[in-house]
């Protein structure tokens, strides 16, 4: 029995592989060189950082791998550069591209788990709000205009900054990515709702839903099991997109001060740190932490908007 299982599910992965590469979607992707430029950019960046350890020369988290002798050391096609730090070091001699690496894992992590926090807010907000409507709709709803009435930097900062100070001081920095995840999610839920309520208006008007509500199936297995399949294309084009703002949402609260801490640096506290340096000669400090937050945010985005054109079906 186990043998006969096992053939089948062989059998289906070529004809997985086989229907993937015959949609739609394959075929637009493989012919968009920008959006084969934006993934493979976004696959070498995701991966390098993901493999950091094996990459980097050294661990910038750990103080005894530092070496202050090595301070300011200019990258390595320079007069005074040295080898193994291709990129040069900053004020504390931590190896640039391994800051650069292990920094652009900490934005990669917060950023999807930012956007997935918000999805399962927004989505669960937007389903109850569309499905029951009425006076649930309107808290919900007007819960998420006075949202949407702050920007959503500020909406990061409070948060970030009462949680913070909710913690005790010992915490503080153990638990900043957790913060920060909150703080981003909290401020970024309201447009999934809004997605997800109006799709859940549509659909639950339509024979299949009715006909679910006679049979007395409960209320959360609809919602779950019927409507929410339907609400998914434009949410995934959405988080998508989010995605990057989510990146530079918190590099945004990390060079204010308010993010990552300097002894877990990510790509905003290391812009943050080498914006002191960057008129005293030093600028390969600052220079090559934006550079590589400008590629992330970009193949993001750009695979976003491809995204989104090719499941709109307007545009087909």
């Keep these: 029995?186990?043998?006969?299982?096992?053939?089948?599910?062989?059998?289906?992965?070529?004809?997985?592989?086989?229907?993937?590469?015959?949609?739609?979607?394959?075929?637009?992707?493989?012919?968009?060189k920008t959006a084969m430029a934006a993934a493979l950019i976004l696959a070498i960046l995701v991966l390098t950082a993901l493999f950091a350890p094996l990459i980097a020369v050294q661990n910038p988290y750990d103080p005894a791998q530092l070496d202050m002798w090595k301070a300011e050391l200019p990258p390595i096609w320079q007069e005074d550069g040295e080898w193994p730090y291709l990129l040069g070091t900053d004020t504390q001699g931590r190896d640039m591209l391994s800051a650069i690496l292990y920094g652009t894992r900490i934005s990669i992590v917060i950023g999807v788990a930012s956007v997935a926090l918000s999805l399962l807010i927004g989505m669960s907000a937007g389903l109850v709000s569309g499905f029951f409507g009425g006076i649930v709709d309107n808290v919900l709803m007007r819960v998420g205009d006075i949202t949407l009435s702050i920007p959503t930097i500020l909406i990061a900062i409070l948060v970030s900054t009462v949680v913070r100070q909710m913690l005790p001081a010992d915490l503080r920095e153990v638990g900043a990515s957790a913060v920060l995840v909150l703080a981003i999610a909290l401020s970024a839920w309201v447009q999934y709702a809004r997605t997800v309520r109006a799709q859940c208006i549509v659909e639950r008007g339509k024979e299949y839903v009715q006909a679910a509500r006679l049979l007395k199936v409960p209320a959360r297995r609809i919602m779950a099991r019927h409507i929410l399949p339907n609400t998914l294309t434009p949410v995934l084009v959405a988080a998508t997109l989010n995605f990057g703002m989510a990146i530079l949402t918190e590099a945004t609260l990390s060079f204010l001060g308010i993010g990552m801490p300097p002894g877990q640096p990510s790509l905003g506290t290391l812009i943050r740190i080498?914006?002191?340096?960057?008129?005293?000669?030093?600028?390969?400090?600052v220079v090559f932490p934006v550079m590589q937050l400008c590629l992330l945010v970009v193949a993001v985005n750009l695979l976003g908007d491809w995204l989104r054109d090719v499941l709109n079906p307007k545009l087909r």
């Design 1 to 32: 029995m186990t043998t006969d299982i096992s053939k089948s599910e062989a059998a289906a992965r070529p004809a997985i592989i086989r229907r993937v590469r015959d949609s739609d979607i394959w075929w637009s992707f493989t012919n968009s």
């Design 274 to 285: 080498g914006n002191q340096f960057l008129f005293s000669g030093s600028w390969w400090i």
